[in-house]
């Protein structure tokens, strides 16, 4: 039974941190990029972070760059946000995404989501 889990979120005051995690079970964790979306109120999903299979390739959205990171640890079939210097635009739903990369990943697996976490940023 595949499974993707968020966890970490909470309230937090301007300028605090927060660190997300996001444990996998049920598939490959190995063989998938992974990736860190937001929902913020009224608006559409947005992707804020990516990592590949490896950990080899990082990107962010403009937004994000140089406040939030993104790690992995395919041992314990779990990514990290890391969420620095937040600030009450960043108030969202945030999700986890795993997205097959390898050939037999694709054939075998899907795309699987998260259920999200809350993240408050407010005084």
């Known amino acids: 039974q595949v499974q993707v889990v968020e966890s970490g979120g909470g309230l937090v005051q301007p300028g605090g941190s927060l660190r997300l995690s996001c444990a996998a079970s049920g598939f490959t964790f190995s063989s998938y990029a992974m990736s860190w979306y937001r929902q913020r109120p009224g608006q559409e999903r947005e992707l804020v972070a990516t990592i590949t299979s490896a950990g080899g390739s990082i990107n962010y959205a403009d937004s994000v760059k140089g406040r939030f990171t993104i790690s992995r640890d395919n041992a314990k079939n779990t990514v990290y946000l890391q969420m620095n210097s937040l600030k009450p635009e960043d108030t969202a739903v945030y999700y986890c995404?795993?997205?097959?990369?390898?050939?037999?990943?694709?054939?075998?697996?899907?795309?699987?989501w998260g259920q999200g976490t809350q993240v408050t940023v407010s005084s």
């Open positions: 995404k795993a997205v097959p990369t390898t050939l037999a990943a694709r054939i075998n697996g899907r795309p699987y």
